[in-house]
Each structure stands twice: as structure tokens, then as C-alpha cells.
């Protein structure tokens, strides 16, 4: 009987004058010793002698798909556009309560109210502008009305169009309300010009009419209320 036994599933020879297992020469090549995995971008593992492992490491892949959830969660920070660059003069108004109580505190200071849809072009136009002369006007108070959440206080001050811009003032309550786009901001400047001067108040507040106090409530459908001027 030979005394040696060939071992082909695994590739090794073995002898009756040797105790150790020894790799045939056919796969001489196929084992490498351990090595140390760098951690880098992209790099893959590959044995020193030509074979056996690959393909491990981090791809671009993985890369692309990181800095693209950190870009979207960047862009979801961002304010809307009627929430950038707004003065400390400039309030956001939720409700009629809100309105009529920030009318009541204003006192003597000149109200200017803007009612605006954030699906509005003109308002968006617009909003730059109102909020340097709202920053050149520390004096004023800027009331913003969004159309979509105040529906029904709108339409009891008889609000259809948008931009739309109302102006209070103590004991003489609304002076005057009109609507105006960017082109026509010259308006607001007039207003602000003739209503923005020294007075003694000679009685309490006249208020807004009949405004009635009632819950705002989140409307979706901007077709059925104001119109975009």
C-alpha cells in the first residue's frame, strides 16, 4: 500500500515521514496571512499574493447616500420665505384674539396689518422689500395675517385680494386699507408718510367694527378665498 494519501478536496499531501499538513503546489498561492484593515474611502482588502479576499471596505455609495440625507435634512432647517429676514417690529398673528390684543397693546404706534398667502407670487415679491422698511421703521408694528389659517377674520374685514395691507392707529382705529404689489409699494410709503406722525391719543381705541371673535381654523383650499393681485 503507498504509504502516502492525497487529500484533493482540500489540496493537501500527507506522509507517513512527515507529521505536519503541508498545501500542494497547485494551491500554493490560495492562503494569505491576516492583514490589517485601513479605514479608508473606498479601499478594498486584497491579498498580498494575488488572491482571495476582495471587495471589502466603504464605497462611494454609501458616501453619496450620507451626504445626501445630511443635504436634505440642511434644506428642511431653512425658513420659508415669509419667515426670512423679518424685523423684531414684525408679529405673526394666529388667530382674531391675537389680532384684536396686539391692536389693543399697540397704543398710539402706527398698525400696518399685511395679509398674505404663502402660495402667493405677488406676496412672496413683495415681502423683501416690507421687511427693510419694517426694519428702517422700528416705531411701526407689523401685523402678518396668513390668509389660509385666519379665514374667517378675513372674511370679515373683507379681505378678497392678496397682498392686502390695513392700517390702525389708536382712537382712530383703521385709517385706511388698500391692496398693493411690489410694483405699487410706493403706496404703502405714502401711507406710512401721512399716517406715521406725532398725536395725542383722545380717546380709547376704536377697535376693528364688528369683528367677531372666533377660532381659526386651517384651511386648504386657497381657491375659494383671496385671489393673488
Known amino acids: 500500500m503507498a504509504d502516502v494519501v492525497r487529500l484533493s478536496s482540500l489540496g493537501f499531501s500527507s506522509s507517513t515521514s512527515s507529521s505536519a499538513l503541508t ?20 479601499f478594498s482588502a486584497n491579498c498580498s499574493h494575488g488572491g482571495g479576499v476582495a471587495g471589502l471596505g466603504f464605497g462611494p455609495r454609501k458616501q453619496f447616500a450620507s451626504l445626501k440625507a445630511h443635504a436634505t ?12 429676514n423679518a424685523a423684531p417690529n414684525m408679529v405673526d398673528i394666529h388667530s382674531t384674539q391675537e389680532f384684536l390684543s396686539a391692536l389693543s397693546q399697540a397704543g398710539e404706534r402706527l398698525v400696518i396689518v399685511e395679509f398674505y398667502g404663502t402660495w402667493c407670487a405677488s406676496c412672496k415679491a413683495l415681502f423683501p422689500k416690507l421687511c427693510r422698511t419694517a426694519q428702517e421703521h422700528p416705531e411701526i408694528l407689523f401685523l402678518k395675517v396668513n390668509f389660509d389659517e385666519n379665514k374667517p377674520m378675513c372674511k370679515n374685514l373683507n379681505v378678497k385680494v392678496l397682498p392686502y395691507f390695513h392700517f390702525y392707529r389708536g382712537a382712530d ?9 411690489l410694483v405699487k409699494f410706493q403706496k404703502i ?5 401721512m399716517h406715521n406722525t406725532e398725536r395725542c391719543s383722545i380717546g380709547p381705541p376704536k377697535g376693528v367694527g364688528d369683528l367677531i371673535l372666533e377660532p381659526a381654523s386651517p384651511w386648504k383650499d386657497k381657491s375659494a378665498g383671496a385671489t393673488s393681485a
Not at 75 to 81: C, L, S, Y
Not at 189 to 193: L, N
Open 23 to 42: 498545501p500542494s503546489s497547485s494551491r500554493q498561492h490560495a492562503l494569505c496571512p491576516p492583514q490589517k484593515l485601513h479605514r479608508r474611502s473606498g
Open 73 to 84: 435634512v440642511t434644506e428642511t432647517d431653512q425658513p420659508k420665505w415669509w419667515e426670512r
Open 173 to 181: 382705529g383703521q385709517l385706511e386699507s388698500f391692496s398693493c404689489s
Open 189 to 193: 410709503k405714502d401711507a406710512i408718510q
